[in-house]
Each structure stands twice: as C-alpha cells, then as structure tokens.
C-alpha cells in the first residue's frame, strides 16, 4: 500500500510497475541528455534550457508569453509517496524502490541535473548499501550484489539520491501526493520576485507552471523554491 502512489506516477510516464529485484546498469556512462534533446522529448515550444552565467543552466523564454499561460505541464522522472516530515534518510527505502524501476533514460535524465554534493555522506550510502543487501537485489546475472559491485551501485544510489534530495518538488499541497523531480522545472532558477508559479494537478498527474506576469522573449523563467521544496518541519517552522 505505501508504494501505491509510487506506481500510480511511474504509470503516467510510462513506466514498468512490477516489483523488479535486480538491478540494471548501462554497460558504459550513459550520455547525459542534450538541452535541445530535452526540449524537443517534452514537447515545449515556449521555452528552452540554456546557461543562464553563474547560475548554471536556466530556462528561457522563446516567445513572449502573457499573464496567465501555462507554460509547463510535466510528468515527474522519478517521484516517491508523501514524504517523511523528520529525517529525509526516512524516504530511502521509498527511493531505492523507485529507482529499481527507472528505466535507463529517466536515469540519465535524473544524472543531468544539479547535485547538492554535501548531501552524498558515508552514513547515507551505508543505508542504502544496507538497503540493497536487505532487498536481496541481484545484478543482470542474477547474482546477489556484494562486493566491488554492491559498492559500486551503493555509491551512484547515494548520487542519485543526493539528486532527488536537491531537486525534489512537493506534490499537492504540503505534499499529499508525494514528493517527485521534474527535468524542466528543476532548470528554472528563484528569484524573490519570480514570474511563474507551479501547482501540482492530480487530475492529469502533472506539475504545472503558470506565469503570473507577462514574459518577454529570452527573459529567464524564475520561481519560488520556498512555496514547493520539500522542507522539514523545523525548516518550516523557521
């Protein structure tokens, strides 16, 4: 039942839903997907992901766009059900698991984006090495993950774990569907004043973006990370 939420995203994006207990991985480093690639594979033709100086990447506008216009409607690349409200250590068991089912290019895609590097620690990857020992997931050949190879997939877990960590949006109010990364809106960059606003719609299953002011042609697209990010208690009560 916990992870019910868990297969109903993963539906919408197309995903396989059946429990799998071994774990796949590109023979080779996957190539991290082009800005254009993403652009053209999600459908916008309101925006582009370009670098935006010292902020790294950012999204763009590349049209004017008027008050009121739903710039993104966007599936997420890997979500988990309502997040813990204490230690985000809590949600690892709800990660792994998500992960277990991403297929190669929503791995690549969740690689690309920005990782908060102080967020990767030793006690972190202990637990999820100690989750992949307890699950009993196997490699492609079937055989138990121990060793070098158990290390190795405890190391890019704690990575993308780490990505999840940095990028991860609430899903409907205080995140009562869940907690989810979304490509696109994760490139979009705060600003104080931003002139967009995101709101998760159950109906559709998608994170939506609305701009609340008109936008000229090449302004960079900015939010709130306040309103949607994943926070603690204490964090909310600061």
Known sequence: MVYALLALELDAMGTRTAVSSSFEEAEGPEREPLLS????????????????????????????IPRGTQI???????????????DPDEDIPA??????????TNRAELDGLYCQT??????????IREWYK???????????LKGKKLQDVSKAATKRFAIFLTNRVQMGP????????FPFYSRINHSCVPNVHN????????????STRDIGDGEQITTSYIESACRTRDQRRE
């Open 37 to 64: 690639d993403l652009t053209a594979a999600q459908g916008h033709s309101m925006v582009e992901i370009r670098a935006a100086d010292s902020m790294g990447n950012g999204l763009f506008a590349i049209r004017d």
């Open 72 to 86: 993104l409607a966007e599936v997420p690349v890997l979500a988990i059900p309502a997040s813990s409200d204490g």
């Open 95 to 104: 990660f792994c698991t998500a992960l277990q089912h991403l297929p190669k």
């Open 118 to 127: 102080d967020l990767i620690t030793p006690a972190r990857r202990a637990k």
């Open 134 to 144: 307890h699950e009993g997931i196997t490699d492609a050949n079937g055989g138990i």
């Open 174 to 181: 205080a995140g009562s569907y869940g907690c989810g990364v």
């Open 199 to 210: 709101a998760y719609n159950a109906g559709i299953q998608r994170l939506t973006v609305y």
